[in-house]
């Protein structure tokens, strides 16, 4: 039996360590997304527009509401951190039409894309999405600073937009 529990939490350590969570995997990279103007581009598209900038993501929807109670600490980060700062807002909504509307309704500032492939899609499969809001921060050189933060005035958040 200890050996079982020894073998299963090597394996367990294993796996959280195989995880790069400074960089992007190659399936995350080439899932598609949707721009505004209904155009297919991949997410390695999309990091290449803003290459030099650091980079805000949030994933997102317009039904979420924990991504709505959120958006007044993300709309102040905005106000107070916005030099070379790109705000890339990625949606989960049902619909494209949904997504557009609750960019209107809530007045969401920023870079917008769709996630066509869904929760269960490549990208969000690719960096573990368990929640949203999801925030994350990539840094000037492409690494990700932030992997993972599921509130706006989470204290790492905020810090590594400073940065």
């Not at 070379?84 to 807002?89: A, E, M, R, T």
């Not at 996630?115 to 050189?141: E, H, N, T």
Request: proline share 2%; net charge positive.
């Amino acid at each position: 039996m200890k050996n079982l529990f020894i073998a299963l939490l090597f394996m367990f350590v294993s796996c959280v360590a195989a995880q790069d969570t400074t960089k992007f995997s190659d399936k995350a990279l080439s899932d598609r997304l949707v721009t505004l103007e209904g155009e297919s581009i991949s997410f390695s598209e999309i990091l290449k527009k803003y290459k030099g900038k650091k980079v805000v993501i949030e994933v997102w929807a317009s039904w979420c509401s924990d991504c709505i109670k959120g958006m007044p600490k993300l709309k102040e980060l905005q106000n107070e951190y916005n030099q070379d700062i790109v705000y890339l807002f990625l949606s989960l909504d049902k619909t494209q039409k949904s997504w557009k509307k609750g960019i209107e309704k809530y007045n969401v500032r920023g870079e917008h894309y769709y996630l066509q492939s869904g929760w269960k899609g490549d990208f969000c499969a690719s960096i573990d999405l368990d929640w949203i809001p999801r925030y994350m921060v990539v840094a000037p050189s492409g690494t990700i600073e932030l992997f993972k933060a599921t509130v706006a005035n989470d204290e790492k958040f905020e810090a590594a937009i400073r940065k």
